[in-house]
């Protein structure tokens, strides 16, 4: 089937505004992660669903950064009064099961740009 | 910040010559991946290695994991043109979530 997916692809947001960032992953993949990856820098680890359940949230970098996944299918990452240091792209990855012995397919990222 | 150092930052290549990236880690992995990412896009999943001292071929990419599990090697040979993108190796600490840090990434350009 189809692969991870996000939208929107491109999103530009006056400082100050909030913004939602969607992930479709791979069906029927239990683990969710949402990655930050700024201009010529690896990814970084924001947070990790298992189904429904949000495990980790260790790498969300403020309480204005908020992602959910309800029904254990799509997620999204919510950023409330974005900042000009919110400007990245943000990946999501799925994979099939939990734990660490399988591989994260990662969506083409939506790239934000807080002017 | 990042606990998984890699190096060189940049490798610029004649086509045809040997590639290597290094990737160091500050505390012992579960587990190592490489990525690469082509200008533009998104990682894409290459290898997974598990097993101290281990060695996985794909075709010209050669992949090592230290004896202690601190560190990884990407050797490519005879680079090509399409080898093109930023390789990164991500290192997976806790064993049972799949959270991966990653290093800053090697980005490999091959001239023609």
């Known amino acids: 089937g189809a692969g991870v997916s996000q939208s929107p692809r491109y999103k530009v947001a006056k400082r100050g505004q909030d913004v939602a960032l969607r992930c479709d992953p791979i069906s029927g993949h239990v683990s969710l992660f949402w990655y930050q990856q700024a201009l010529g820098q690896g990814p970084e680890f924001l947070t990790y669903f298992q189904n429904e359940a949000q495990l980790d949230k260790s790498g969300l970098p403020s309480d204005r950064f908020f992602a959910e996944r309800p029904e254990g299918s799509v997620s999204t990452l919510k950023i409330q009064r974005t900042q000009q240091e919110d400007s990245a792209v943000y990946l999501c990855?799925?994979?099939?099961?939990?734990?660490?012995?399988?591989?994260?397919?990662f969506g083409p990222g939506t790239r934000l740009t807080v002017l | 910040g990042q606990q998984v150092m890699q190096i060189p930052q940049y490798q610029h290549v004649q086509e045809g010559e040997d590639f290597t990236t290094y990737c160091n880690s500050s505390?012992?992995?579960?587990?190592i991946q490489w990525y690469k990412q082509r200008p533009g896009g998104h990682p894409v999943f290459l290898i997974q290695l598990v097993k101290s001292g281990e060695v996985k071929k794909q075709k010209r990419l050669t992949f090592q994991f230290g004896e202690a599990k601190k560190n990884s090697s990407l050797h490519i040979t005879a680079t090509q043109t399409t080898d093109v993108g930023t390789y990164f190796c991500a290192g997976d600490r806790s064993g049972n979530t799949g959270k991966l840090i990653f290093g800053q990434g090697t980005t490999l350009q091959v001239k023609p």
């Open positions: 505390t012992t992995l579960s587990n």
């Open positions: 990855a799925s994979s099939l099961g939990p734990g660490d012995s399988d591989t994260q397919y």
